[in-house]
Structure formats: structure tokens, C-alpha cells
């Protein structure tokens, strides 16, 4: 949880931040050098020397995790770049499927209307010379069944 | 003293990992049409002895057929794409 705190903190700070505090450090270093000049703030040289060398070195420490961060912050938003693209993708190639389809069944379903006009205009014919016996349908009908959901 | 800044940058960079995040491609939407099951073979009415009616009924079962052999085609074609489209995503 502390990390991912961190790491949170880490993610929103600007990227100037921690070298601003490497400096900083590094200015206190070298100011601390100049206090020593004036007699009564000598005292303080050697305090402000190592809390400027520490700001220093955690500026440094926290520049490299920045960098880190950063560099994982940019390889999660170029996967959701990735998957957002795929999500239109997706979407675009199931509209073209389902349009393609509707064209396709319409081409089926106008040739079957077809074939049963020209069934309903020979009927006469058809019926005249040929009466189908009950065996036949009984033995069509069966086949039509489907044995996996049949009772 | 030269390779401090150096040795501290790598420090920062090791201390802090990468936490683990998963970044993946929600599942494919189905077109609605491709969800529907096909339906039975019609059955002749026993009452006819008509060949015309034997006809209408076995036509409209080859029609059910195509039909139905179409969402099977678009099953294959659904699965082939959306692969394509998750592999791109994932690579």
C-alpha cells in the first residue's frame, strides 16, 4: 500500500521536480561553504553541508524511481491505446459482419420466394400425374426430425 | 565521488518496480443475429397427398439450411477476426 502510494505521488509530479531538488541540495552544499566566511553563522556550516549533501542525494534517488514510473506510465497508456483501438476494431468488424449477413440472407430468402411461385404456378402439373403416398411423408417427416431432441 | 549520481539514479530506478497491471481486451461482442439457434426441419401434413406440398415444405427446409449454414460461416468469420484484432492488441 506504501508503495503504491508512492508510486501514485510519484506518477504526479512534474518531471523537473526532483533535479529542482538535487539542486537545491546542491546549492545548500555550496552555500553552506560561503555561511563559513561570516563568523557567527560558521556555526551552521557543517549542519547546512549535510542536510544540502542529503537533499541532494534523495533528489538523485527519487529522479531515478521517477524515471522508472515514468517509463511504466508510458507503457500502460500505449496497452490502453492498444485496447481501445481493438475495442472499435471489434465493434466495426461485428457491424460489417452483421451487414453482410442481412445482404447474404436476403439473397437466400428472395430465391426460395422464387422457387415457391414458380412451385405454386406448376402445382397443376406437378399434382396431375403424381400422388405422394403417406409412407413418403411419414418417412420425410422423420428425417426432418431431429433425433437429439425428439421424445 | 563521480559515480555517485550515477549509482544513486540506478538505486531509485531498482527500488521502485513496476506493480503489476493488466491491460487486456474486454471479451468480443457476438452480433445478436449469430446468437439465435436454428430452428427445426418444417414437417409435411400428413393429410396431403400433394407432391406441390412435399415441395413448398422440403424448399423451405433447403432455404432453413442456408440459412443456417450462414451463421456457422459467420461463426468462423467472427472467431478468425476478432482473433486478429486480440492478437494485435496483446503483441
Known amino acids: ?151 | 565521488m563521480k559515480y555517485l549520481v550515477p549509482v544513486l539514479l540506478l538505486a531509485g530506478c531498482s527500488s521502485f518496480k513496476a506493480p503489476p497491471v493488466t491491460v487486456a481486451p474486454p471479451w468480443p461482442d457476438v452480433p445478436p443475429s449469430m446468437m439465435e439457434s436454428c430452428p427445426d426441419l418444417k414437417t409435411v401434413d400428413t393429410n396431403t397427398d400433394k407432391l406441390s406440398d412435399v415441395l413448398t415444405v422440403v424448399t423451405d427446409n433447403y432455404t432453413q439450411y442456408y440459412l443456417c449454414a450462414g451463421k456457422m460461416d459467420d461463426w468462423n468469420n467472427w472467431y478468425n477476426t476478432q482473433k486478429k484484432i486480440y492478437e494485435k492488441a496483446v503483441k
Open chain 1, 1 to 151: 500500500m506504501f508503495e503504491f502510494i508512492i508510486q501514485h505521488i510519484l506518477a504526479h509530479l512534474p518531471v523537473w521536480f526532483w533535479p529542482a531538488v538535487a539542486g537545491a541540495g546542491l546549492l545548500l552544499y555550496f552555500v553552506a561553504g560561503v555561511v563559513a566566511h561570516f563568523p557567527v553563522l560558521k556555526l551552521y556550516k557543517w549542519p547546512v553541508k549535510i542536510v544540502g549533501a542529503l537533499v541532494f542525494v534523495l533528489g538523485i534517488f527519487m529522479f531515478g524511481g521517477a524515471g522508472v514510473t515514468a517509463i511504466w506510465q508510458a507503457q500502460v497508456d500505449a496497452a490502453q491505446a492498444k485496447v481501445d483501438a481493438a475495442v472499435v476494431a471489434s465493434k466495426s468488424a461485428n457491424d460489417k459482419l452483421a451487414q453482410v449477413r442481412k445482404q447474404k440472407n436476403q439473397v437466400i430468402v428472395k430465391r426460395q420466394v422464387v422457387i415457391q411461385e414458380r412451385i405454386v404456378k406448376d402445382a397443376a402439373k406437378i399434382d396431375a400425374t403424381c400422388k405422394v403416398a403417406p409412407e413418403a411423408i411419414k418417412d420425410l417427416n422423420d428425417a426432418a426430425a431431429n433425433p437429439e431432441t425428439k421424445k
